[in-house]
């Protein structure tokens, strides 16, 4: 059951990562854009100013999982290091229940602000609703959530064989 859960935990993240990557190509094409039509087309277009910044939004939050996934984003890397094997397990399973809380948190109240945002529409994108660029709170809450529980079952610790 562990592996098959490892595998769909690998999935997933490899997933949010290649997407957040490519949120990252859309925003920067978009800003490329911008500077063109701004620029050298003297005739900005309104709705890449948008558009970037919700693709860096889904970026960030699609991006998170992988973080969580190598153990990258809360550390406790001295008294980690300072433990005995016993006490790193401990460690894993505290930083494990407080980031599951965070991440319900976001998950709760993103989709709540997502839900209630789905009547407004996007500055410069009038057709669409602004449901889609909240919708990335509780997206990413999902995923990390997998990611975390990943990590907890398989600790891979990416930080601490980079650290001096």
């Known amino acids: 059951m562990k592996q098959l859960f490892l595998r769909f935990e690998h999935w997933t993240t ?67 290091r300072m433990s005995g094997e016993r006490m790193r397990r401990v460690l894993d399973s505290v930083v494990a229940i407080a980031a599951l809380t965070l991440c319900g948190i976001i998950l709760w109240w993103g989709w709540d602000y997502a839900h209630r945002g789905s009547v407004q529409s996007m500055i410069g994108l009038e057709g669409v609703s ?9 997206v990413g809450a999902v995923f990390s959530i997998i990611g975390i529980i990943g990590f907890w079952l398989d600790p891979i610790r990416m930080e601490m064989e980079t650290a001096q």
């Not at 094409?29 to 919700?54: D, M, Y």
């Not at 602004?130 to 509780?138: E, I, T």
């Open 130 to 138: 602004m449901f889609w660029a909240y919708l990335s709170m509780p």
């Open 14 to 80: 490899s997933f949010s990562m290649m997407v957040a990557c490519l949120m990252m190509a859309l925003a920067s094409g978009f800003g490329i854009h911008q500077i063109v039509t701004r620029f050298i087309l003297e005739s900005p277009a309104e709705w890449t100013e948008v558009l970037i910044r919700f693709s860096l939004i889904w970026m960030v939050f699609l991006g998170i999982p992988t973080a969580f996934r190598q153990g990258a984003m809360v550390s406790v890397d001295m008294l980690y």
